[in-house]
């Protein structure tokens, strides 16, 4: 059987847009908070997408997950516990659960159905969401963090972006929760969009974090599946310990496993080039 | 009058492609040796494409210009001979004449419709076309090369994809060319392509570098309006000179006028993720 030849297009501030050629739609469905859609691409493996937005392709996912995962885990003396905020395609829990010190991962998914969807066409994403030490919590991030404290050592908050559900992941009142919850000497690590996008969401996102933690830095990878092909990412430390390496024979080991992150990527990712850098100043 | 909105649109590797929504086309020729199309975008400033590839858009052409120059450029100790290799937009040529060391400019364009399209509409970039250090050649950089030695201090490669009229400066010959026009303490950095290219063009071009040049090095840089939204630069050195800042005090003056490069970026683009290494390792 031959399937049709398309294209999947996402706009992007009604100003660019970016295509993919698809060689099938394998899945669309409207779930309680968003339309959820897998593709089978002619060239970057599967695509899924969230109310038209790519959220990752098999071919470019890596660089994604490993940024916003090694990065402020291996700045963590010793991560035990760790919470993912989102992240329901499996990725960045596949991530968290290469490292030794880990023991639990809650990983606390608003839409049921991105997960099914992800255990059914992702399956190198979604191969450690039945992992013994992975505690599923299909539930509103925004409820879970609230008013628990000192319990984490690393929150990764793996959103979409913020519009639709993922929008109250990007309130004030959402990281003062992340940082209530986290333990003396914990980290976060936010998704915090691209660099490039006109309506300046980096400024906005590193500005309230920077008003929550004592020690907030921005860094960045390409990400060519997201919009202008290159993506931020934000460390926040409750304690103010900058995001060097604190375990470095373990990040030898991961490093060996990653197709993108290796310990000089670990620091020359903060290294941010005259406009990013003035993005996170506009912050002061 | 009210122009019609549409869409420009550039497909790579029939795998993906790029959309920019524009608001007129300014220009539209057919060269000696390609399609001259000039467009008002919507949101990027205009946007030049020769056979209906991307060559610039007036907001992002800093990342580009800045580090296909001041790279190389900060990496000697004192250029004062500069052969630039097409850039018939000028945003080359007004880089390189920030640097105060800067006597001579040759600048060989193969296609003056290029130079004088750029002249009409792209200001900011043609600002330096009629400087008096800079001398014009409208000739293939093939044969202007051929022959010649020891004139140069530094060689820009500022050339299209490696098809159509670019495709000879990708050749080892003309890599060849370029070491012999080089001082023996020169310096050559090439737009090397994309990393994401599934047509794996960065090996190709860094192997055949690699076999004429004593020293290469890759960096790398965003650049949302090229495919994929990354893209790459070989460093070579005739004496095997590494990629270190050269000109302190030239290096801070030129930070300060610019939107990307910085010092640190200097040395941070030099360190690759992991895939990119191996790009580059393919070639041993």
Redesign the interface.
Known sequence: MIYEMD?F?E?T?????????ITKKLHESQSQYQKVEMFE????GKLLALDGAVMLTEA?E??YHDMLVHIPMLSHPEPKRVLIVGGGDGGTAREVLKHRTVETVDMVEIDVEVVEVSKRYLADLACKLDDPKLNLYIQDAIEFVHDKEDIYDVVLVDSTDPIGPGEGLFNRSFYRDVFNILKPDGIVAVQSESP?L?GREVPQIFTKLQSVFPLTRLYW????CYP???WTFTYCSKSGMEPIIRRTDEAEEI?DE?????R??H??SF?????I?KLTEGAN
């Open positions: 294209w297009k706009i501030e009604n100003a660019t847009g970016v295509l993919y050629r691409t002619a060239a970057f470019h890596f660089i490039f006109l990878a390409p990400m060519p202008y092909g290159t490093e990653c197709k993108y992150y290796n000089k990527i620091q020359a290294v941010l080039p005259n406009f850098r």
